[in-house]
């Protein structure tokens, strides 16, 4: 492996090493989700053909730590999209769980983003319940609210990765080579060797719509290069 390569693969690693479990703020951590998607298009532009081909496809689990699908469900196919995974949702009797299959490291972005972002709409979601709207509400519509809001707001990052995606597949291109189908073919093949029979699943219908476009709102403040802009309890990156 090249120098340059080499010298790429360290950055990724480091950057995923920045989470909040190690002392990272969320804004900094969502930063390295895309500074690891900049440098893994440069790191594959780098390599042959030959070489994308050789690397085994590998999938990654996130449990929610529920016996149902939650919020996340919104967003898992932005997240997907970002980083060049294929993704499904499974039950079991051990709970509900997310999962990402891809290249390796498109693997390790997707799952690094979706734990940012999931963590940064459950906070978002408490600074919500502090709000005059919300404490309004009866009991029984106040978890409607909550969860139209968590809701809303995964949706709209999802549709904001999309965005970010689009942007970073342009700027492929004009280096000369576009990775997008190869890398789909890759994918395809080897999912179509694992025989899973899957099938699409609604996200289910939003029943409270004030909380939904709180939850909007609130995606689209989601700064995805500083967390999330006007919030107290987040630092300002430098440089």
Known sequence: MSEKLERIKE???????????????????????QKM???LDEHQLSMSDIE?????????????GMTMRDHMQACTHGVAFYSDTKP????????????????????????YTHCIVNRAIL??????????????????????????????MAERIGTRLKE?????????????????????QLVRASFQQLDKNLRT?????????????????A?????LNEGLKGSASRKEIGG
């Open 88 to 111: 499904w949702m499974s039950h079991t009797r051990d709970g509900f769980k997310y999962v990402y299959f891809g290249l390796p490291d498109d693997v390790e972005l997707a799952h």
């Open 52 to 64: 994308l081909q050789k690397q085994d496809c590998i999938e990654k689990e996130v449990w929610t």
């Open 11 to 33: 950055k990724i690693r480091r950057l995923s090493e920045m989470t909040v479990e190690n002392g990272c703020t969320e804004a900094e951590a969502m930063t390295a989700a």
């Open 201 to 217: 699943v609604r996200t289910g219908r939003i029943t409270h719509r004030a909380g939904y476009g709180q939850g909007l709102s």
């Open 219 to 223: 995606g689209d403040s989601f700064n």
């Open 164 to 184: 970010m995606k689009k942007a970073r597949q342009e700027w492929m291109k004009s280096q000369g080579r576009d990775l997008i189908i190869l890398k789909d």
């Open 123 to 152: 906070e978002e979601g408490e600074t919500y319940k502090t709000s005059e709207e919300y404490m309004m509400y009866p009991g029984s519509r106040k978890r409607q609210a909550m969860r139209a809001f968590k809701f809303g």
């Open 37 to 39: 998607g900049k440098f």
